[in-house]
């Protein structure tokens, strides 16, 4: 056992510590607030993820019906997890590229986060931003060879098949 355990390698063991959010104080410094539904995770590459919300009322800032969140990818580090439900409100910083940013600690119950200010409707005429993923980050150049393969087998065999329809001639002699 001694043996297996020195030639296992693990990776450095990290958690997230948050301390329980004081609104009051964090809302303020917040560059936007919103209570919203989870609704799908993509890792975007250099260990960041974008989760993407259904958002059902926004406290500070401006957001459409959908909201697309950067993320650490890691929990323990941070990022945002489900924790088993998929709705939440969120504190949220916008980073310097326009793209929104928040992280488990910022996560806040969403009766509690309703319960400090006005909240109005998402603008339905405004767009998400995307989370800053690029079409190698995001996996698109993948999806986009694998279909052309597919597409590539897919002619050759209709082209087999055509062929085999064919009657054969034969000769007559």
Known sequence: MVLAGTLIAGSPASACSCAQPDLATWLPEADGAFVGR???????????AAVTFDVERVLKGSFGPTAIIRT?????????????????????????????????CSMVPPAQLLAVGDATPPDPDLAAVSAGWSLGG????????????????????????????????SDVT
């Open 72 to 104: 650490n990818a890691q929990g323990s580090a941070c990022g945002l997890e489900r924790l088993g439900r998929s709705r939440m409100g969120l504190l949220l910083q916008l980073d310097a590229d326009g793209v929104w940013s928040s992280g488990l």
């Open 38 to 48: 989870w609704v799908d995770r993509t890792e975007i590459g250099d260990g960041t």
């Open 138 to 169: 995001k996996g698109l150049v993948g999806a986009l060879v694998a279909a052309g393969l597919a597409l590539f087998a897919l002619l050759v065999f209709l082209v087999v098949r055509r062929r085999a329809s064919r009657p054969e001639s």
